[in-house]
């Protein structure tokens, strides 16, 4: 069952890959924090939780274990407000619906999760004291299912708002509140793909545009 993340992780933070065009998104025009991933190692702010992130000209591998899931989360900075996308690729596997890849922010009251399947669906998890839904995994025309697509997540959010708006391929999908509106916000990438790599690439984050 997707999303099988452990309580031990409650404390911890948390689009899907690769892309030969830019990410559609992240409309502010000042750039906080952006990787495209071209190194042959990651940035050193970046701490692997989970799973096995490899960089590869300009492309993320994000793999995690059949069973298990990747985390990863920017240390570098706190991002109270933001404009965040990414360009995602998913594997090529017999059940869309078993593999998931996703946005990460964290609060201290659980960190949140922007997740999409490659079948078309799409929804906000946050964990705290068990899982929560703040939007219910569901269907959304704005993902492209076709094999290799390239999908861009964008959410978007400002200090002292909890509010959180969701796009997906620049098409609005949700907003929702958050559990808090933080200054210590800190931002990652998460994966289940139970054995097989997502890929993630255009990674930027700008501030909110006015």
């Not at 924090?33 to 692997?48: I, T």
Request: with cysteine.
């Amino acid at each position: 069952m997707v999303f099988k993340l452990l309580a031990s992780v409650a404390g911890v933070m948390l689009a899907f890959g690769v892309a030969s065009s830019p990410a559609l998104a992240c409309k502010g025009s000042e750039v906080l924090f952006s990787d495209d991933f071209k190194a042959a190692e990651l940035d050193s702010a970046w701490e692997v939780v989970f799973g096995e992130w490899t960089p590869n000209a300009g492309k993320l591998e994000a793999k995690s274990d059949p069973g298990k899931l990747g985390l990863m989360e920017y240390q570098g900075d706190f991002f109270p407000s933001a404009d965040v996308c990414v360009d995602v690729v998913a594997p090529n596997i017999k059940d869309m619906a078993a593999i998931v890849a996703g946005v990460a922010f964290s609060t201290a009251k659980g960190p949140h999760y922007i997740v999409m399947r490659p079948d078309g669906s799409v929804g906000v998890l946050r964990y705290f004291k068990g899982w929560l839904k703040p939007v219910a995994i569901q269907k959304f025309d704005g993902v492209k299912t076709n094999i290799g697509a390239v999908n861009t997540i964008r959410a978007v959010w400002k200090a002292g708002d909890p509010t959180v708006q969701v796009f997906i391929n620049d098409k609005p999908f949700k907003s929702f509140k958050a559990a808090e509106s933080n200054e210590n916000r800190k931002i990652g990438l998460y994966v289940e793909g139970e054995g097989n790599a997502f890929q993630f690439s255009n990674l930027k984050v700008t501030a909110p545009p006015k």
